[in-house]
């Protein structure tokens, strides 16, 4: 269990507590045997995904997100993942993506994260079972540098669907406002742009290359101890783009719930599924706050600002 940690006063970084810990161990939902949909709505499960997924109902989720172990050496407190060679890893895949695809409706989405040196595997296995559509480039500007490469800033989310002719995808839900550094006016008219008291602003298409995520750190409220966490705001923008109100969104490797406690904050049903019971509590402790903290760094009053920059 995860004992209280002495943090500095500015620091806000999850904590939970033993007694915490016990509380939220008891929300937790296992599954030994078929589910029904209704029994997943809105639930964090604690177990090992190879183990469970064939328990799962057929074609639920509106939009599957997948945060799966990178093919590095890493320890998920105490859960170590071993870097194999490229087939086996590849072999992994296959263990489990296809039954997980399994799980989209027909006309649903899924999004895969990985780094450079997972990111082939990733589109040779997606590319097998679903119809690929793109390949999302955001920028981690966290990370050691080296003396002998370069430093790796980069991470790919790959994008695809059941039927490239029937699938969601809201554009207006995403677009970015950026500042507008030289205005061109039409007949004395701002062209594609408004003045506003913050400066002059444009609302922007978003593209596959991400400049304006934050990777969580110890004075934003979202972050967690977990190693590979990612931003609310970047999964945010999966879910609007891809996800209609109400409908339901699936994470088999849930980690420390963002992909839960975003679809919380933006009306949609969740679901998602997590291996280590101390990084389930945590999900569970971020649920609980989403309920009187609907926030999300980056995002406001329906509109996703550049990186360090928000409305007064």
């Not at 904050?265 to 609907?294: F, H, I, Q, S």
């Amino acid at each position: 269990m995860q004992t209280e940690k002495q943090r500095a006063s500015m620091n806000r970084t999850l904590q939970v507590s033993d007694e915490e810990m016990t509380k939220l161990q008891q929300q937790l939902l296992t599954v030994a045997s078929p589910i029904d949909i209704k029994n997943i709505v809105n639930r964090t499960i604690q177990g090992d995904l190879l183990e469970i997924i064939d328990f799962f109902p057929k074609a639920f989720a509106d939009l599957i997100i997948i945060d799966p172990p990178y093919n590095l050496d890493r320890n998920f407190s105490g859960l170590k993942f071993k870097r194999m060679k490229d087939d086996n890893y590849y072999n992994y895949l296959e263990s489990w993506f296809p039954k997980v695809v399994n799980t989209l409706k027909p006309n649903g989405s899924l999004y895969i994260c990985g780094d450079w040196k997972c990111t082939a595997a990733l589109y040779q296995v997606m590319n097998k079972y679903l119809t690929v559509l793109n390949r999302i480039t955001w920028q981690r500007e966290k990370g050691r540098g080296s003396d002998k490469n370069w430093k790796n800033s980069m991470e790919d989310i790959w994008f695809a669907v059941c039927d490239p002719q029937a699938y969601y995808f809201n554009v207006e839900a995403v677009k970015i406002r950026r500042k507008v550094l030289a205005p061109y006016k039409q007949d004395g008219q701002p062209k594609d742009w408004e003045a506003t008291e913050e400066g002059n602003f444009r609302m922007t298409h978003p593209s596959n290359f991400w400049d304006d995520v934050t990777v969580p750190y110890w004075s934003m409220p979202e972050n967690t101890d977990h190693p590979t966490q990612k931003s609310e705001k970047l999964i945010a923008k999966l879910i609007l783009a891809s996800c209609p109100p109400g409908g339901f969104v699936f994470d088999p490797f849930l980690g420390s719930g963002t992909t839960s406690v975003v679809a919380k904050k933006l009306g949609r049903n969740y679901c998602g599924v997590e291996v280590n019971p101390e990084y389930a509590c945590w999900a569970e402790k971020r649920l609980e706050r989403a309920a009187t903290d609907m926030t999300i760094q980056g995002y406001y009053d329906g509109i996703f600002w550049e990186r360090n920059s928000k409305p007064k």
